[in-house]
């Protein structure tokens, strides 16, 4: 995969438009374990987990660190 | 060998009838009941069970432990003699998203985000970005020159002169709402952590070159939250109506992106050469003490915020005069006069008091002390100055261990950052190492023989004019705040890290 590709890989991701129900993303070919709430929701209902079962994103990230 | 606990970083919760498992940026909330009654889930939680070491029957269990696997709750040992570079990257990267998620979990962003740090903040975290950018050239620079393989200084040539421009292009604060020159910009004195970040990652670069390639890489991988970055800024620029404030901060993203700046660091740390064991864990140990310089620089944008509410920039000194209403540096107000740096010394360490150290870290600033003269030796073109280093290398007690140890704290790697960046100038060296003795800092204190030579020459050989002044009141306003940092409570280098 190119980096021009795996960077618009990255947006789609990232704008929600992937269709992804993988909450392990690889981005830029970094792997992260980020996603939406509904996302991360939607693989929990995938593995057959108890019932009442939830996960939350507890922390968004900010500004970049700089270089 | 661990095989599949819970990461360290992992913290279990119980609140009300939820079992909350929170890592990095999730909060995964089971049923309290279904924990209660499920003892293969409750042995994992408790870390008395390895994900690996059970068979699991029940799909529910199953499920739950594939979740947490898929978001790299558990721990598998790769420890071993040696790492190919692209082993070593797959091990940072755990490491490095338990960094992200602590950094982004500081309380200073959600008080950005609603505009409720008040501008002397906003402002500090602004221009702290502006000086973490102009480190970069500065530290790549070494690199181009001191590392040691080919193939990497010829890199550090062409990454330099992608990045040495980028403070200059995208960070000073060019908004019509905000009167903030670019003098004032250039002119801004570093926060204590944004200072040490940059002279830390300087004397890595001469020292460590996979620790400055791990450090670049955390940086330069940030571009990963791209789209959680153009939403805070798009909330801060509506908390503080200053609309396209960030326009030129995403046009510098946008640029990291489209030179895929971190897929460059990527195919370095995809050779195949092999790292000992020992180099990497004590290239992570370092990379450690930058990311802490980064989150410290949080702390310390909140307290700058904390001086007041007026904008006060941390302008250098002008004139001789300290005064707080002019310069967020100072705590008093003073006209500082001196004909020498021994009178100057002596100004300046009658400005603050200072907490002794604690004593686990006497024997790492001594060192620091001695290694600064080292340096400053080396530097040196004049025939007094030589002699008296020499002097005061003698009289201290010759170093025993140079290593960073565990309890290291990041104040105390600041410090010997700073010392060592001073080296450059003995007279400045010698100056910061006078006001610290006069502030009763044991590990600065050279034997009786050395101290006299240090004062006879301050005074003799280091007179000052008055243009001198405020450039020497400014580095020991910095060297005073670093010190009463040290002082403070500080977080110490993890003793182990997750390999």
Known sequence: MSTAQTHSFELQIESGKGGSEHAALTISNVAVNLASDEKLQRLLDLLEVPKGTRVTISTKASSSVVR | MDHGRLRDEVSIETVGEEVIVHHRFIDLRLPRGWVDKTPEIRAIL????DSDALGFQDKQVNGIVE??????????????????????????????LGWFARYYRHPVWNRLRRGELNLNGFLA??????????????????????FPKRELRKFFRSDVLEEYWHCDAFYFVRHPDLSISDDDVKSYVPLPASLAFEQYTVAVAETDWLAHLLISYFQESSIRFYADCQKFYSEVEAAYNLPDFFKTWTAHMRLDFDHGHADNFVEILSSSDNVSHELFVGSLAAAWFAFS????????????????????????????????????????????????????????????????FEPGHTAFLANGVLEALFYAMSFSTEHDEIIVLGRLIEAFPSGKDSAVQDHTSSAAMAIVSFL??????????????????????????????????????????????RDGWDRFATSALQWIELLNWGAGASEACPSSFEI
């Open chain 2, 67 to 96: 979740f947490l696997k898929l978001q790299d709750c558990f721990f598998h040992s790769r420890a071993k003699d040696a790492y190919s570079l692209r082993e070593i990257k797959d091990i940072f990267e755990s490491i490095a």
């Open chain 2, 420 to 465: 060592r960046a001073q080296a450059c100038s003995a007279k400045t060296l010698l100056f910061v190492i006078q006001i610290a003795i006069n502030l009763g800092c044991e590990w600065a204190r050279p034997a009786a023989g050395g101290r006299t030579r240090l004062e006879a020459f301050l005074k003799t050989d280091a007179v000052i004019d």
């Open chain 2, 293 to 356: 310089f980064l989150y410290s620089s949080l702390d310390q944008i909140e307290a700058e915020a904390a001086k007041g509410a007026a904008v006060t920039l941390r302008k250098p000194i002008r004139g001789g005069v300290l005064d707080p209403s002019t310069s967020s540096l100072c705590r008093v107000v003073r006209r500082v006069e001196g004909t020498n740096l021994l009178e100057f010394a002596r100004v300046f360490a009658s400005l603050d008091e200072l907490q002794p």
């Open chain 2, 46 to 49: 408790n870390r008395e069970a």
């Open chain 2, 125 to 146: 975290w602004v221009l702290h970005n502006y000086h973490v950018s102009r480190a970069a050239g500065k530290s790549g620079s070494r690199c181009a020159v001191l």
